[in-house]
């Protein structure tokens, strides 16, 4: 079978584990030919308590190395698109969809823009607005709950979820690409946490994974689960088995960030757990 050739587009926040430190590792342990994009440099997250973080524009240097893939014609078969620092690079992407991608490839969109009901620093309503057109370009689209009521317009869903909410919700989302949605972030109770799945082979239907989920806030865990699901979809698994190992994968790296005693806010403890990827991958594919 051959090795599909990914880009990954996100920023690199230096000291943390999230962003493109999370997908490279987690995106190669699943068989992919990683290639990157990085659309930022920072020192940290954009998160509250980092207050002082750098933040280095690369939307020029993204240029210059696009230009140089042209040259080279250079075609991906899957792209994952994570944070994007500013308006222009959310516009950026249409044409890197379109010049850089071959006919069969697949490509998932995180819409990074907030959480907890926020946007982050530095995001506008007109991030917002490029976003929501950004998502008519992608194959699977896999917003939080925040993100999903921007780019729908709905207030902010507070926990737990009520599940006529949540469903209207995937409905709205439908309307911004008719393709497959993973809602992550679905809290239907206390006690779990997980997603809701629309897939092309059933657009009717929402379909839900659930883990056991823990008390706190776990900076890219985000990251984690669409760097899995973009792995496994990358692979050739279905869109349901690829938001079912995520889910459970986060919840277990969010236990041993707890079990350990790390600091959650420089991320979590994801590395310990890629062998349970590896071994999921091969119990689908045997």
Not at 112 to 125: A, P, R
Not at 176 to 192: Q, R
């Amino acid at each position: 079978m051959k090795q599909p050739r990914i880009l990954v587009i996100q920023d690199i926040s230096a000291s943390c584990r999230i962003s493109m430190n999370v997908a490279v590792p987690i995106l190669s342990c699943l068989g992919n030919w990683v290639n990157v994009l990085p659309t930022a440099l920072l020192s940290t997250h954009t998160g509250k308590e980092f207050e002082k973080y750098t933040f280095l524009d690369l939307s020029a240097e993204n240029l210059a190395i696009l230009e140089h893939w042209r040259s080279l014609n250079i075609k991906f078969d899957g792209i994952v698109i994570g944070y994007l620092g500013t308006l222009q690079q959310i516009e950026l992407m249409q044409k890197v969809i379109k010049e850089f991608t071959t006919e069969e490839a697949l490509v998932v969109l995180d819409p990074v823009m907030g959480d907890e009901g926020q946007l982050y620093d530095g995001y506008t309503q007109q991030h917002v607005q490029a976003m929501r057109e950004l998502c008519s370009y992608a194959d699977v689209l896999i917003p939080n709950i925040t993100e999903a009521c921007l780019l729908t317009g709905r207030p902010y869903l507070t926990k737990p979820h009520q599940k006529g909410e949540v469903e209207e919700l995937v409905k709205q989302l439908q309307q911004l690409t008719d393709k497959e949605i993973i809602l992550s972030g679905v809290m239907l109770n206390e006690a779990s946490v997980g997603a809701a799945i629309v897939s092309k082979t059933n657009a009717v239907k929402i379909q839900y994974t659930f883990a056991p989920v823990y008390p706190g806030h776990f900076d890219g865990t985000g990251d984690l689960f669409t760097s899995t699901v973009a792995g496994f979809l990358f692979q050739q698994q279905s869109l349901l088995r690829a938001a079912q190992v995520a889910v459970n994968y986060v919840s277990k790296v969010v236990e041993q960030t707890i079990q350990e005693g790390i600091d959650p806010l420089y991320g979590v403890v994801f590395e310990k757990e890629l062998f349970y990827l590896m071994q999921q991958l091969r119990e689908g594919t045997d």
